[in-house]
């Protein structure tokens, strides 16, 4: 076991590494100047070069890199060249309001697609294996951005029963806090945001249950007589390790898939964060949310790995 957990520390470094480096690569490779989020077009030309200097734009990329990772093992991810503020401290607040849509949507999605997926497995064929179908395939193929503009328009306008911008009153400016009144905003963004875990989960769990169902040792067990209950757990067994692979990788699209959504229900986490920063082409700002982001990433299939033999000791000896 513990082998087994030290040669999945070692593949999660090199990972880590390389995201760093794509992370750095791309966005500096990306068309626009980011001084023009704080420089005039006419602006003189030494300006232009004590800003660079400031910023340290007029070195080469390489010594950038190493720079810019060096601090970021410290914890410290630069300024925003649009607002002067500390990126990890802009981050560190969208990543919270982040983290709790993303919570609530998995919660949601998971629990939700787990269910109706073990259903559809357990009755194949039957009006609850259809409608977990059908229902799996609109998840995965309506467009975020669509789904929260038509639940906006719905319970927002028409009938007028939740918020449809904001992470609280008043914009969610004050933090966040456990009552009705920021409980209400966070609906609608979750819904939206939890539909395609949901699509996916019900499908793969459906997929599992009903191909471990037709093993063999699913028979055995009935023909010694053991209830539907017992035959389940050990269905669900079976399928677990896989379902935590999945439902992690969700939690972390979920991460950093919520641009779209939490654009447009104004919700101030990554996703809106890294929205402002491209146009504004804050690269300090871009580069410390796409990394925080990659990095959940990697920390999730690093808790996956470590969790999943727990649950199925089998994977160690693979």
Same mark, same amino acid.
């Given at each position: 076991?513990?082998?087994?957990?030290?040669?999945r520390?070692?593949?999660?470094?090199?990972?880590?590494?390389?995201?760093?480096?794509?992370?750095?690569?791309?966005?500096?490779?990306?068309?626009?100047?980011?001084?023009?989020?704080?420089?005039?077009?006419?602006a003189?030309?030494?300006?232009?070069?004590?800003?660079?200097?400031?910023?340290?734009?007029?070195?080469?990329?390489?010594?950038?890199?190493?720079?810019?990772l060096?601090?970021?093992?410290?914890?410290?991810?630069?300024?925003?060249?649009?607002?002067?503020?500390?990126?990890?401290?802009? /981050?560190? %607040?969208? #990543?919270?309001? +982040? *983290?709790?849509?993303?919570?609530?949507? =998995? &919660?949601?999605?998971?629990? !939700?697609g787990?269910?109706?997926?073990?259903?559809?497995?357990?009755?194949?064929?039957?009006?609850?294996?259809?409608?977990?179908?059908?229902?799996?395939?609109?998840?995965?193929?309506?467009?975020?951005?669509?789904?929260?503009?038509?639940?906006?328009?719905?319970?927002?306008?028409?009938?007028?029963?939740?918020?449809?911008?904001?992470?609280?009153?008043?914009?969610?400016?004050?933090?966040?806090?456990?009552?009705?009144?920021?409980?209400?905003?966070?609906?609608?963004p979750?819904?939206?945001?939890?539909?395609?875990?949901?699509g996916?989960?019900?499908?793969? /769990?459906? %997929?599992? #249950?009903?191909? +471990? *169902?037709?093993?063999?040792?699913?028979? =055995? &067990?009935?023909a010694?007589? !053991?209830?539907?209950?017992?035959?389940?757990?050990?269905?669900?067994?079976?399928?677990?390790?896989?379902?935590?692979?999945?439902?992690?990788?969700?939690?972390?699209?979920?991460?950093?898939?919520?641009?779209?959504?939490?654009?447009?229900?104004?919700?101030?986490?990554?996703?809106?964060?890294?929205?402002?920063?491209?146009?504004?082409?804050?690269?300090?700002?871009?580069?410390?949310?796409?990394?925080?982001?990659?990095?959940?990433?990697?920390?999730?299939?690093?808790?996956?790995?470590?969790?999943?033999?727990?649950?199925?000791?089998r994977?160690?000896?693979?």
């Open positions: 076991m513990l082998r087994y957990l030290l040669k520390l070692l593949y999660a470094l090199p990972t880590a590494l390389g995201v760093t480096l794509v992370t750095f690569g791309l966005v500096c490779i990306a068309p626009g100047d980011p001084l023009n989020a704080i420089a005039p077009a006419d003189p030309a030494e300006v232009i070069s004590a800003l660079k200097a400031t910023y340290g734009l007029d070195r080469p990329l390489p010594v950038r890199y190493a720079l810019w060096a601090r970021a093992l410290q914890g410290d991810l630069g300024e925003s060249i649009a607002t002067g503020r500390a990126v990890a401290g802009e /981050v560190a %607040a969208a #990543v919270r309001n +982040t *983290l709790l849509l993303a919570g609530a949507a =998995a &919660l949601l999605g998971v629990t !939700l787990c269910v109706l997926g073990a259903l559809a497995g357990w009755r194949a064929g039957g009006v609850v294996d259809r409608l977990a179908s059908l229902l799996s395939v609109v998840g995965v193929s309506v467009p975020h951005y669509w789904l929260g503009l038509v639940l906006t328009i719905v319970f927002s306008v028409k009938l007028v029963w939740l918020p449809a911008m904001g992470a609280g009153p008043g914009g969610g400016d004050a933090g966040w806090a456990w009552d009705s009144a920021h409980l209400r905003h966070l609906v609608l979750a819904l939206t945001l939890a539909v395609i875990p949901l996916i989960l019900t499908r793969t /769990v459906r %997929a599992l #249950v009903a191909e +471990t *169902l037709g093993q063999e040792f699913v028979v =055995a &067990l009935r010694r007589g !053991l209830s539907g209950a017992a035959v389940f757990r050990h269905v669900a067994r079976n399928a677990l390790p896989t379902v935590l692979a999945v439902a992690g990788l969700q939690l972390g699209y979920l991460m950093g898939g919520s641009i779209l959504v939490e654009t447009v229900f104004s919700w101030p986490g990554t996703g809106f964060l890294l929205n402002t920063a491209i146009f504004q082409r804050d690269i300090p700002l871009l580069q410390g949310t796409v990394l925080v982001l990659c990095m959940f990433f990697v920390v999730l299939n690093l808790l996956v790995d470590m969790v999943q033999p727990l649950v199925d000791p994977i160690v000896r693979t």
